[in-house]
């Protein structure tokens, strides 16, 4: 009997384990590449910003979104381009938006 009460135990702890460690993933995109200006609600916290977020993580295979913010260019390590598309003309720079999703 000690036995199935130990094998239940570990069985339930492990099912809680693994709840506990639910797949989060941060996607960052340009804030309004397509002219549509969706992404500004999410970079200003506006409060549509929060629907398009969850759209873009079930989108994504996601189940919600977590957080969602405007990320500063330097903040974006390794990932910006510098020169070429996306980098900046001047004074007109591209912003990025970051997400947070889980699934």
Known sequence: MRYIMTAAALVTA????AAAHAEKRVFIIASNPD???VDRCLSSGGACGKTVANSYCRAHQF???L???A???DDITGAVPTSGSGSCNGAACDS???IECSR
């Not at 492990?14 to 384990?17: D, G, Q, T």
């Open 67 to 69: 957080s969602f913010s």
């Open 96 to 98: 990025f938006v970051a």
């Open 63 to 65: 189940a919600e979104a």
């Open 71 to 73: 990320v500063d260019r």
């Open 35 to 37: 002219g549509y200006g």
């Open 14 to 17: 492990l099912f809680a384990a």
